[in-house]
């Protein structure tokens, strides 16, 4: 495993002493950490320590909850899929309205 640049992963709260076991664990971190702060986005915590690599939402104070950066992204590739789906669905029907109405 590369040296890992501690300074840096403390600077993004991407820091995990005993956790990383590949160089791809603290560089995916770092990138999710550097992404989040980019975006202006708030660092989630979990047990008791900042976590750059998670997202605050806005609802985590009241019910607790803590969801990693992607979760958000993955919801709006479902929903756009989904809406070409519908379009894609609309415009079967239409021609079929069309080609009875002929």
Same mark, same amino acid.
Do not use: C
């Given at each position: 495993?590369?040296?890992?640049?501690?300074?840096?992963?403390?600077?993004?709260?991407?820091?995990?002493?005993?956790?990383?076991?590949?160089?791809?664990?603290?560089?995916? #971190?770092?990138?999710?950490?550097?992404? +989040?702060?980019?975006?202006?986005?708030?660092? %989630?915590?979990?047990?008791?320590?900042?976590?750059?690599? +998670?997202?605050?939402?806005?609802?985590?104070?009241? #019910?607790?909850?803590?969801?990693?950066?992607?979760? %958000?992204?993955?919801?709006?590739?479902?929903?756009?899929?989904?809406?070409?789906?519908?379009?894609?669905?609309?415009?079967?029907?239409?021609?079929?309205?069309?080609?009875?109405?002929?």
């Amino acid at each position: 495993m590369n040296q890992r640049p501690e300074a840096l992963l403390r600077r993004y709260d991407a820091w995990e002493r005993n956790t990383d076991k590949l160089d791809f664990q603290w560089r995916a #971190r770092l990138l999710q950490s550097l992404w +989040r702060d980019e975006q202006g986005l708030v660092a %989630g915590e979990y047990a008791g320590k900042t976590r750059g690599a +998670r997202l605050l939402m806005p609802e985590a104070p009241i #019910r607790g909850l803590q969801v990693h950066w992607y979760v %958000g992204t993955i919801v709006v590739l479902i929903l756009v899929v989904f809406q070409f789906l519908v379009f894609f669905r609309l415009i079967k029907h239409h021609r079929e309205l069309r080609a009875t109405a002929v």
